[in-house]
């Protein structure tokens, strides 16, 4: 056997734990000015914390927890058909706090816990499904989501060893002129091991200018303790946008509405003039049909093949069949045969 062959480390054992998640939801819409709750605002037709558990179904998992708090019951019951389990944060204090609160759920647990945001609607399932293999590939204590941004203001940094292991994360808020330099910045998710979790939380302490018990500091714990934690890197930055105001809802519905777009195109769908179109997630569209300008279709809404749709045609969960043309028109929860043309100035409301 060479020298090399002797040097060589051995190969981890991928990990056979089931998982978890835990979706922090509790936010009011207080910087949005509203009085529904944060997660609960669209993009792209369903409500920011839908995408997330849309993400969340693509993940093979025993147990998907929503912790709640403002107006938690308006959440509870949007979801009730959902296989979920809520806590309710009564006092916010912190993402840390936010965990805490969770620890009765996972008494008896041995397992792999993901945590999320309810308001990162931009964050792919495909990363999701990344962020757990290089978890489990390396057998980590706690894995931390991580991408580069241009201006990371408002998010926090993540610190690095000299041999490129995660050191710490540290708040914007808290950051000093030398760490706000730093551009790799925490998506904040995450996958933990479960009991390396709730050992970590114990030991925070609120030693920031917020008085929060934040997540964060459950690395600087691990990292004391010698307890590896990994970074997974995701090249796509926008996937880390988290919707705290009315501008930022406005970007990510910018964001996913291109992304919409650019699948329908990919599939055999011409759209003439993607900046003043609008398409809802959900939307089915045949091939060789042509979008014109100023269309808007929502809700679950499915067009045929070879239509023309518009330009200014408006649906509302209509199902249109093959062939069909409709422009400048409105439509609402109707069922359009093929081969017919609606319009112009038609306006078909939903039966009452």
């Known amino acids: 056997m060479s020298e090399r062959q002797l ?6 054992r991928r990990s056979t734990k089931k998982l978890a998640t835990i979706v922090l939801a509790a936010g009011d819409g207080k910087r949005l000015h509203s009085a529904v709750p944060k997660a609960l605002h669209g993009v792209c037709g369903k409500p920011m914390l839908s ?8 993940l093979d998992t ?40 969770t620890q009765n759920l996972f008494k008896n647990a041995s397992c792999d816990v993901m945590v999320l ?4 609607p931009l964050l792919r399932a495909s990363t999701m499904e990344k962020l757990l293999e290089r978890h489990r590939h390396q057998d980590a204590a706690a894995t931390i989501l991580t991408t580069v941004m241009d ?21 914007d808020k808290d950051a000093n002129i030398y760490e706000k330099q730093i551009r790799e910045i925490n998506t904040g998710s995450y996958c933990f091991d479960s009991k390396e979790l709730f050992h970590a939380l114990a030991q925070i302490t609120p030693t920031n200018k917020q008085n929060e018990l934040y997540l964060t500091d459950v690395i600087k714990v691990l990292v004391k303790e010698d307890k590896r934690v990994e970074a997974y890197t995701c090249s796509d930055a926008s996937e880390a946008l988290g919707v705290n105001n009315r501008l930022q809802l406005a970007l990510a ?15 055999g769908v011409s759209v003439v003039d993607p900046e003043n179109t609008y ?7 045949g091939q060789d049909t042509v979008i014109e300008p100023y269309c808007v279709l929502q809700g679950q809404t499915s067009i045929g093949e070879g239509c023309r749709i518009g330009p200014g045609a408006h649906l509302i969960s209509c199902t249109v069949g093959s062939g069909s043309n409709i422009y ?8 359009v045969p093929p081969r017919t043309t609606v319009g112009p100035f038609v306006h078909i409301g939903k039966e009452q």
Request: charged fraction near 30%; hydrophobic fraction near 40%.
């Open 7 to 12: 040097k060589m480390p051995s190969r981890r």
């Open 51 to 58: 995408h997330v558990l849309d993400g969340i179904a693509n």
């Open 62 to 101: 025993f147990m998907n927890v929503i912790v709640v708090g403002f107006e938690h019951q308006i959440i509870r019951k949007m979801y009730q058909d959902r296989d979920l389990k809520y806590v309710h944060q009564k006092d916010r204090r912190g993402t840390g706090h936010a965990v805490m609160v």
């Open 117 to 120: 945001y309810g308001d990162t």
């Open 151 to 171: 201006d990371p203001t408002g998010y926090g940094r993540v610190l690095r060893n000299a041999d490129n292991t995660v050191l710490s994360i540290v708040e």
């Open 253 to 267: 519905e910018k964001v996913l509405r291109k992304r919409i777009l650019e699948r329908l195109m990919m599939a």
């Open 279 to 285: 398409i809802d997630e959900g939307v089915n569209v």
């Open 328 to 335: 400048h028109s409105v439509l609402e929860h109707q069922k």
